[in-house]
């Protein structure tokens, strides 16, 4: 991948990774917006609104934890959750104030362990994307693109998944 290619898709996950740990201000609504894809339903979206959809969505509909979608008894804290947290651990990754995340393999923050990875030009992003993020985070994108939620939502989890898609095939 290219200086300017990796570059571009460190802010798109970090923009993304943010999307998907707190409810949007208008800061973030301004980020998406900049997204091709996002740029009409965030232009128009109204932050207290979306505060709304997403405690409804994310706080309890659909989770967007590994452990919820692999773990047999889905609680969180699972062995998904310790393997990103020794990930992270060895990378110096560190969580951010502010990031709604109750456990470590929430997929904002696997979102934002790969742009830190892609940033330090680590080979292990792919090997963390591959073991860790798409055998759940594209069919929970799935769930909450069909999820009858904010539209920004829906643009949002349809993008993940598709950056997810095309960085798997990189």
């Known amino acids: 991948m290219g200086a300017e290619r990796r570059h571009d898709t460190v802010r798109l996950l970090r923009v993304l990774g943010d999307a998907w740990l707190r409810e949007p201000d208008d800061a973030l609504l301004a980020r998406l917006a900049a997204l091709p894809p996002l740029r009409d339903v965030a232009a128009t979206s109204v932050p207290a609104e979306l505060a709304v959809s997403y405690a409804e969505l994310f706080l309890q509909a659909i989770p967007p934890y590994a452990s919820l979608f692999l ?86 989890a349809q993008l993940t998944g598709e950056v997810l898609i095309v960085l798997a095939d990189s």
């Open 71 to 156: 773990s047999e008894d889905a609680m969180l804290n699972s062995d998904a959750a310790e393997h990103a947290q020794r990930s992270y651990g060895r990378a110096g990754f560190t969580f951010e104030a502010g990031w709604r995340a109750g456990a470590a393999d929430h997929l904002g923050v696997e979102l934002h362990f790969i742009a830190h990875l892609l940033e330090a030009e680590s080979p292990a992003w792919k090997r963390f994307l591959v073991e860790q993020v798409l055998g759940w985070a594209p069919v929970c994108c799935l769930a909450v693109e069909r999820a009858e939620a904010a539209p920004l939502y829906s643009g949002v």
